[in-house]
């Protein structure tokens, strides 16, 4: 099937809340067009460099959203453009992020991710990280980023009770941060599901899915 159609039956699956992260990390221009045509708007990369080529060559009415790890050293190379990074880790790339933003004179918006796999490899903070970050008077005094939110990415099985015990974790953190809100901690999106698990994120509480391959095929 073509981008265009894949594009379209996925978004007549999701409901309305939910937003939809086209994941073109690794694909070409020509295939991003595709999906600019059928009218997608937001699209999601996880290098920093590929990120900023594109941007360079497609229209400028496009939402870049960062979803890979970041390395402080190249923020800057997104700071003028990118409209939300997902994965962030640390108190120490908030900072960076805040001060490349406020050189461009932007707030960029973040979510906080959140590590929910049961496998060494994938990034995240545990709550008790999270709260630390939230709690430092170094976080209040950012005044260039916003927090809108978390992001995890569950782990890659095929035990749909595990992937969903994950993100019904991720859900209830989200839930319980609902009081600790200040004025660059607004708490609305929790991104989570991708190819192959978006349907069970969304039962679980999503309100971003970040979809790659069934919308341009393999990598
Ligand atoms: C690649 C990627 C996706 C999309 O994965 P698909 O299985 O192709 O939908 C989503 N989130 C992150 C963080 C990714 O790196």
């Known amino acids: 099937m073509s981008i265009q159609q894949n594009l379209l039956n996925i978004k007549s699956t999701l409901p309305e809340h939910v937003t939809l992260v086209a994941v073109s990390k690794t694909k070409p ?12 708007r937001i699209f999601g990369e996880n290098k920093i460099q590929e990120m900023v080529d594109k941007w360079e060559q497609m229209p400028k009415d496009i939402e ?18 990118v409209s939300l990074i997902h994965g962030i880790d640390s108190l120490k790339l ?7 933003a406020k050189k461009n ?5 973040c979510l906080l991710q959140i590590y929910i796999a049961e496998e060494e490899s994938k990034f995240g903070l545990d709550e008790e990280e999270l709260t630390a970050i939230l709690s430092s008077s170094t976080f209040k005094e950012l005044k260039n980023i916003k927090i809108l939110g978390l992001m995890g990415m569950a782990t890659f099985t095929d035990n749909q009770n595990q992937i969903q015990k994950e993100f019904t974790h991720l859900k209830s953190i989200f839930d319980r941060l609902q009081s600790r809100q200040t004025e660059n901690f607004k708490l609305q999106t929790v991104s989570m599901g991708m190819s192959g698990d ?15 391959s069934s919308i341009f095929g393999g990598r």
């Not at 221009?29 to 997608?40: K, S």
């Not at 908030?94 to 490349?100: A, F, H, P």
């Not at 004179?105 to 918006?109: E, M, T, V, W």
Request: charge should be negative; include cysteine.
């Open 198 to 212: 978006y349907q069970l994120a969304i039962a679980c509480g999503s309100t971003m899915v970040r979809i790659g």
């Open 105 to 109: 004179n932007r707030i960029i918006d």
């Open 64 to 81: 870049w959203h960062m979803i890979g790890h970041v390395q402080t050293n190249k923020v800057k190379y997104m700071a003028p453009f």
């Open 29 to 40: 221009v020509v295939d991003l067009m595709e999906a600019y045509t059928a009218g997608q």
């Open 94 to 100: 908030l900072e960076e992020i805040d001060k490349q």
